[in-house]
């Protein structure tokens, strides 16, 4: 099982989703901005495992 960002296309696209079993999928485009759908009510963060390890810890095996 391949870890880390894997890429996802038209040819094969159920494959992953067979071989992880937690996977989340960014659908994305150079010419799109954020999906009306979302926007405003989405919000994502970013933690550095390295700067933070203590906030870090309990989401995974680091």
Known sequence: MKIGVIGISDHGFAVPF?????????FLAEWCGPCPGFAGRVVSGRCN???NPK???PFGPW
């Open 18 to 26: 067979a071989d992880h079993r937690d996977l989340a999928v960014d």
């Open 49 to 51: 495992l390295d700067e």
């Open 55 to 57: 906030t870090a810890a």
